[in-house]
């Protein structure tokens, strides 16, 4: 279960009011790609886009690091959209490992027992891995080159895990292979800018 594309895009519009950031058109953008990607791979564009533009809802209730991963998962359980609340919990786990997250890690005991469990207990498929490849080239201001993207992460928090880093570059490279088209080509790289959906 997910939310429809309306309700979520009304889900993200009343989470950004509660914690306003550049965050929510990061949203859009790895939306908007998985909407795209999915067209070209056979895959239902519609759920892309809803699971690209959940996958970090849990940023509505506060600046949180690795708290966001259990906030959205808690958050989209409480609705009934079970599948949304798996990509809040694997977009930021190529390999389902914990300790590889990049950022601080702000979670209880309670918060981190639960992100461990579920993520033992998944089994990642092509929406998981779609959305990790569209958190990896999305950016507020529109579509990046993924290198470019990573280096920014490396950046911010001082490291990248390699193995994070190639696997991104392997989805980039999957992907490609399921289109049959160049990622950047198919995301329209160069046109799409993000911005908040209108009535």
């Known amino acids: 279960m997910y939310p429809d594309k309306k309700t979520a895009e009304e889900l993200l519009r009343e989470a950004e009011s509660c914690n306003p950031g550049p965050w929510g058109n990061h949203s859009r953008t790895a939306a908007h790609c998985a909407e795209r990607i999915a067209f070209f791979s056979g895959m239902d564009p519609e759920k892309a886009y809803v699971l690209g533009l ?7 209730f506060g600046k949180r690091h690795l708290g966001h991963v259990s906030d959205g998962y808690s958050y989209m359980m ?9 990509v809040c919990l694997t977009h930021s786990f190529n390999e389902k490992l914990i300790d590889k997250y ?8 309670e918060e981190t027992a639960l992100i461990r469990t579920k993520l033992e207990e998944t089994e990642l498929d092509d929406y998981d891995r779609l959305i990790q490849l569209c ?3 999305s950016g507020a201001e529109g579509v990046m080159d993924i290198i470019d993207r990573m280096s920014d992460v490396k950046r911010r928090y001082g490291a990248y ?6 696997a991104n570059l392997e989805l980039k ?4 292979a399921k289109m049959g088209k160049d990622l950047y080509e198919a995301v ?6 993000p911005g908040p959906a209108t009535d």
């Open 161 to 166: 895990d390699p193995d994070k880093w190639n």
């Open 135 to 137: 958190d990896a080239i």
């Open 173 to 176: 490279a999957y992907f490609e």
């Open 188 to 193: 329209e790289k160069d046109s799409f800018r």
């Open 102 to 109: 990049i950022g601080k890690f702000d979670t209880t005991e």
């Open 54 to 60: 959940m996958h970090d809802i849990g940023r509505k």
């Open 78 to 86: 409480s609705l009934g959209y079970d599948e949304a609340a798996k």
